[in-house]
Structures are given as structure tokens and as C-alpha cells.
């Protein structure tokens, strides 16, 4: 059983900071990649960052040079720095973690940034 983790989403203003984390535990034995994905009310999910097991890293056009996506991988741990949010980024993000043959989703957490 893989369960993921997920802290760091809140409320912040426009321009602010936030940095989410989410740790994988459970019977893990090969990651491929873990990754950030959103949903805001009444659209479909999609893909924030994501970074493989060898370090290479992909963004959103949309979030690229405001955030920043990064682990530490012996605590299976990924994490999303997020700078100079803007209203547009508020949604639930999802931590994905893709291992063979299958991918897993943490409970979500809501990141809302007022104007």
C-alpha cells in the first residue's frame, strides 16, 4: 500500500509564497517520476511540474520561473515552490507519484490567492 502525503496549500495574496510538499510512503520500490497537478472549479486537471528519477524537470508554460519543483529522495519527498501566485494559480494541487505500471494520488490541497 502507497499512500502520499500532502501539506503547504492556504490562503495567500497575490504575488505571495507558498511551498507544498507531499511524501510518499508505503511499499515503494521504483519511482519514475512524482509531480504536481491542479484543478480549479469546473475545469479538468492538469499537469503542474513534474520531475523524473533522473532530475529532469517539465512546467506548465503558464508557471515557468515562478515555480520551482524539487525532491529529496531519501525521504520520497517532492516539493513545489511556488512564487508570485497569481488568482489564476488558485485550485486543489494533487501530488502524483508514477512507479511501473501504475501512478498514485495524494488527497489534494486547496491553494487560494486572493487579488
Known amino acids: 500500500q502507497v499512500q502520499l502525503v500532502e501539506s503547504g496549500g492556504g490562503l495567500v495574496q497575490a504575488g505571495g509564497s507558498l511551498r507544498l510538499s507531499c511524501t510518499a510512503s508505503g511499499s515503494i520500490f521504483s519511482i519514475n517520476a512524482m509531480g504536481w497537478y491542479r484543478q480549479a472549479p469546473g475545469k479538468q486537471r492538469e499537469l503542474v511540474a513534474v520531475?523524473?528519477?533522473?532530475?529532469?524537470?517539465n512546467y506548465r508554460d503558464s508557471v515557468k520561473g515562478r515555480f520551482t519543483i524539487f525532491r529529496d529522495n531519501a525521504k520520497n519527498t517532492v516539493y513545489l515552490q511556488m512564487n508570485s501566485l497569481k488568482p489564476e494559480d488558485t485550485a486543489v494541487y494533487y501530488c502524483?507519484?508514477?512507479?511501473?505500471?501504475?501512478?498514485?494520488w495524494g488527497q489534494g490541497t486547496q491553494v487560494t490567492v486572493s487579488s
Open positions: 502524483n507519484l508514477a512507479v511501473p505500471l501504475r501512478a498514485y
Open positions: 520531475i523524473t528519477s533522473g532530475g529532469s524537470t
